[in-house]
Nanobody, 123 residues
Framework: QVQLVESGGGLVQAGGSMRLSCAAS????????MGWYRQAPGKQRELVAL???????NYADSAKGRFTISRDNANNTVYLQMDSLKPDDTAVYFC?????????????????WGQGTQVTVSS
């Protein structure tokens, strides 16, 4: 069993900053890629940023230059620093992790999601 717990969401004014955190815990052998996704009302969930275990990063065009993804491998934690926030960034932000895990003597690799954290940017 692997759990992802997000924190750091809330309400911020346009132009402001916010930092999201997501910690993975449980039956973990290793955490591979970690990422942040978001889903606005009436829209599909979309990738915001991704970081591999080798610290290679990938950003959605909407996030480039404003958001920074980073990770703390020792604590299986991923962060999303969001600057110059816009009302269009308002969404529920979800953490995702590709984890090498184990259960009942078997090892396997699977993706896990956090419960989501609301980010609201007021104009």
């Amino acid at each position: 069993q692997v759990q992802l717990v997000e924190s750091g969401g809330g309400l911020v004014q346009a132009g402001g900053s916010m930092r999201l955190s997501c910690a993975a815990s449980g039956s973990i052998r290793s955490v591979n890629a970690m990422g942040w996704y978001r889903q606005a009302p009436g829209k599909q969930r979309e990738l915001v940023a991704l970081i591999t275990s080798a610290d290679n990063t990938n950003y959605a065009d909407s996030a480039k230059g404003r958001f920074t993804i980073s990770r703390d491998n020792a604590n299986n934690t991923v962060y999303l620093q969001m600057d110059s926030l816009k009302p269009d960034d308002t969404a529920v932000y979800f953490c995702n992790a590709d984890v090498s895990t184990y259960s009942h003597g078997y090892s396997f690799r699977a993706g896990f999601w956090g419960q989501g954290t609301q980010v609201t940017v007021s104009s």
